[in-house]
């Protein structure tokens, strides 16, 4: 069983800064792409980043130049660094992994989400 948990959401206001994690752990046998997404009320669920494990980006065009997003294979772990954050950017953000699992074939694996809410 494959768990995804993201961590580092709050409030925070106008111009400033948070920094969310993923991580992911179970039996995959290879951690391949690893994206944020992030849904407002009332909006769809929309990409902010994603990151191969080759580190290649991606970004939405709504967050360059404010968002960095970062990962660590050794640890299994992606990092979206938010700087310069709106309240537009209220949404709850949310990690999907894509895993290589015995024997083979690939798995999709979304988190629970986390909040972030900045006020203007």
């Known amino acids: 069983q494959v768990h995804v948990v993201e961590s580092g959401g709050g409030l925070v206001q106008a111009g400033g800064s948070l920094r969310l994690s993923c991580a992911a752990s179970g039996g995959f046998v290879s951690l391949n792409y690893m994206g944020w997404y992030r849904q407002a009320p009332g909006k769809q669920r929309e990409l902010v980043a994603d990151?191969?494990?080759?580190?290649?980006?991606n970004y939405a065009d709504s967050v360059k130049g404010r968002f960095t997003i970062s990962r660590d294979n050794a640890k299994n772990v992606a990092y979206l660094q938010m700087n310069s954050l709106k309240p537009e950017d209220t949404a709850v953000y949310s990690c999907?992994?894509?895993?290589?699992?015995?024997?083979?074939?690939?798995?999709?694996?979304w988190g629970q989400g986390t909040q972030v809410t900045v006020s203007s």
């Open positions: 990151i191969t494990r080759g580190g290649i980006t």
């Open positions: 999907n992994v894509r895993t290589t699992m015995a024997p083979p074939y690939y798995a999709d694996y």
